[in-house]
């Protein structure tokens, strides 16, 4: 391997998936603001995500819409004219 190509922050945060609330601990370098206690007692940043294993269709096997921000209706008002 390649020597200084890693990240120095690398650590344990907890990823929190908003669609279903679930929650893991893993390993990133990604910045949060936000903290969580985890079920070790030990206190974690959080990252939140909008799709994961725990809400992803290939994973779960069932279709789901999840509109966040108005994703759908901006998509449908920005097509519509196309539509005629």
Sequence with gaps: MKKDIH????R??????????????????TNSKE??????????????MEISSYSHPFFTGK???????????KFNKKFAKFAK
Excluded: H, N, Q, S
């Design 7 to 10: 990240p120095a922050a690398y």
């Design 63 to 73: 279709m789901k819409f999840v509109d966040t921000a108005g994703r759908i209706d």
């Design 12 to 29: 344990f945060v907890v990823f929190k998936d908003i669609a279903t609330d679930d929650m893991f601990l893993g390993r990133t370098c």
């Design 35 to 48: 903290t969580v206690l985890w079920e070790d007692g030990k206190e974690y940043p959080l990252v939140k």
